[in-house]
Each structure stands twice: as structure tokens, then as C-alpha cells.
């Protein structure tokens, strides 16, 4: 009997996983050759270290963390390529190592900069192409056709070679091939990455439609903070292999502080205030920025000790910038 998708289970249930790498040791030195064919050292490199972690179905989950934390290896898990070490893992009700054929049909994947359309064709033979192997529907593959030709953006360039998009073409044509067969959850790897300002918009308005209108659940990995604050309403940062939090991101800039930032604008060469409990981050021309902890200085106390100044000609509070709070956590992490 093959497997089905059930519908009550979380679209992802990771149950204390590990995944460990050997890697073999060798000096480099030719006095060390003899040595290292017969003793040769292994090294264990432990990627993820007994995470847990569940998401609903319909979820939009930033997943995030230092170079070398253990996202992609997570990713990988999660689509069948790698095999955990220790643990149990479910997607929408699968297991990837088991039941990856089955899987792939409700699943999409797209890592980095790889691709999968045919270099040397036009972009819409990659789609017809998956059409055929995958087996979709005509009425299916119309109706995701006309929906990502639309919202992508792509009547343009469905008749140009691969090899002649530019980045942002080439990611868009990606994730339309990734959505053709309707797939209930995906995971995406860096997919704003190298993008210029207007695709990068875009593509975070198209994601997060087909989240928001199609309920699809998205994973999404990324080193743009900024970009992912816009896209998830949720956010699981990983460190050494382990996750170190899972929340929304106003729960994670309170990890470091409730930090806001404060702008004050005086007259062009006016001397930056000496304000308790602001420190001050940056002046140029009569514009001053300070930052201040919300949870120390609450907001209408901040607003009382700056009416003693009538030199302040213009006032900006705003959160900080999210780039920074998780810099500062991750310092905190590598110190400890």
C-alpha cells in the first residue's frame, strides 16, 4: 500500500535528530604518507545536535543561522537527501528517507543558486519537460502555468534560453518550475540571494501570496535578515547544530534587549545631546542616533526627556534593525 499524506499531521516533525560527519585527517606531508594510509585519523563533525522542532501546516518559517550552523544539512534531511544519524523525522506525514518518491510529489526544494532548467533550451521546455516526468495534470499544470506566468512575471522570457536570463529571471523561472505540481510545503534556500531591489520585492510579495492565498507552507533559509523579517511571521535560529531560538521577531529582539533606535534632528552643527540612558551610535550634519533599551526607558519617558531640548527640530524612533540585534546574538554566542 503506498503511503498517503495525512491531513491532521504537521506539515514537519523533527524528533531529536542528529546527523554526524567522519572526516578522515591527513597531514599533507610526504614523510606522513605510510601514516596515513594505514592509521589515518577521523575526525566526527556533528552537523545537528538532537534538535526538535515542528511546524503547522500553512506556516511561513524563517530558518536561520551563522555559516556552517546546520540549515542546508537540516534542509537536506527534511527533503530525503541525507539520512539522519539518531532521530525521527516526518514531512506532511512521510518519511523522507523511506517515502522520498511519495514525498516529492507534495514537496518542492530549491537550493541556492543551483537549477534545474535544461542550460540550452528555452524555459518553457524545462516545464513541459516536468510536466511529462512528473506526470501533472493538464488542468493542473495550465492553471499553476497561467498563475506563476502572471504573478512572476515570466510571458517574457518563457521562450529564452536558460543561459541567457539574468539571476533574477533565472530564480523567478525557479520557482515557477518548483510550483507547477502544486506542492504543499517548500523549502527554499537563499532565493533572494544576488537579487537586485525590485526582484527581491517581487519575489517576497509572490511568496508570501501563495502562502497567504494557497496556504502553502514555506521554509525559507537566508543570511538577509531584513528579507526574512518581511517574508515569516516566525523565525528558527540555529547554532552549532542546535537551536538556540524559535519565535516571532519581536520575541527575538527582546533576547538581546527591547533595543529601539532614536533619531534626533538639530541644527547643522549642533553638538549631539547628552541624553541618560541613550547611547549614542552615529551624528553627521545635525542628525543624531541613539539607541536605548525599551524595557529600561519606556517610550513616553523618552518622549518627556526630550522636551527639555527646544533645539531638537525633528523626531524618529524605530526598532533596530533586525541585521543587528541577531550580529549581536550571534557574538554572544561564539563568545560562550
Request: charged residues 25%.
Amino acid at each position: 500500500m503506498k503511503p498517503t499524506v495525512l491531513q491532521d499531521t504537521p506539515a514537519l516533525a523533527i524528533d531529536n535528530i542528529t546527523k554526524e560527519y567522519c572526516q578522515w585527517q591527513r597531514s599533507g606531508n610526504a614523510r606522513d604518507i605510510i601514516k596515513n594510509m594505514i592509521h589515518p585519523e577521523k575526525r566526527v563533525v556533528t552537523a545537528l545536535d538532537r534538535i526538535s522542532l515542528q511546524v503547522k501546516k500553512g506556516e511561513f518559517v524563517a530558518y536561520a543561522g551563522a555559516n556552517g550552523a546546520g540549515k542546508s544539512t537540516t534542509i537536506k534531511i527534511l527533503s530525503g537527501i541525507l539520512m539522519p544519524t539518531e532521530g525521527t523525522v516526518s514531512v506532511l506525514g512521510l518519511n523522507p528517507a523511506r517515502d522520498r518518491i511519495q514525498l516529492m510529489r507534495h514537496i518542492g526544494v530549491l537550493f541556492g543558486q543551483r537549477t534545474e532548467l535544461w542550460w540550452d533550451h528555452p524555459v518553457i521546455s524545462s516545464f513541459e519537460w516536468k510536466k511529462q516526468v512528473w506526470n501533472i495534470p493538464d488542468s493542473t499544470f495550465r492553471k499553476n502555468l497561467d498563475m506563476v506566468t502572471d504573478l512572476l512575471d515570466l510571458s517574457d522570457i518563457l521562450k529564452t534560453f536558460a543561459r541567457e536570463l539574468s539571476l533574477g529571471q533565472r530564480m523567478r523561472a525557479d520557482i515557477a518550475m518548483l510550483l507547477l505540481h502544486s506542492p504543499e510545503l517548500i523549502f527554499l534556500d537563499e532565493p533572494t540571494l544576488g537579487l537586485d531591489v525590485l526582484a527581491k520585492q517581487q519575489m517576497i510579495r509572490f511568496l508570501k501570496k501563495i502562502n497567504l492565498e494557497s496556504k502553502t507552507t514555506v521554509v525559507v533559509t537566508s543570511h538577509d535578515m531584513d528579507d526574512l523579517e518581511e517574508m515569516a511571521q516566525r523565525i528558527v535560529l540555529i547554532n552549532k547544530g542546535r537551536i538556540a531560538f524559535d519565535g516571532n521577531f519581536d520575541e527575538l529582539r527582546n533576547v538581546m534587549g527591547g533595543f529601539y533606535r532614536i533619531v534626533l534632528t538639530t541644527a547643522s552643527g549642533e553638538a549631539p545631546l547628552s541624553l541618560p540612558g541613550m547611547n549614542l551610535i552615529k551624528t553627521d550634519s545635525g542628525i543624531h542616533e541613539y539607541e536605548f533599551d525599551r524595557n529600561v526607558l519606556e517610550i513616553h519617558k523618552v518622549m518627556a526627556l526630550l522636551s527639555d531640548f527646544p533645539q531638537i527640530i525633528d523626531v524618529e524612533i524605530k526598532k533596530a534593525p533586525i541585521e543587528d540585534v541577531v550580529a549581536n546574538l550571534y557574538l554572544s554566542w561564539r563568545e560562550n
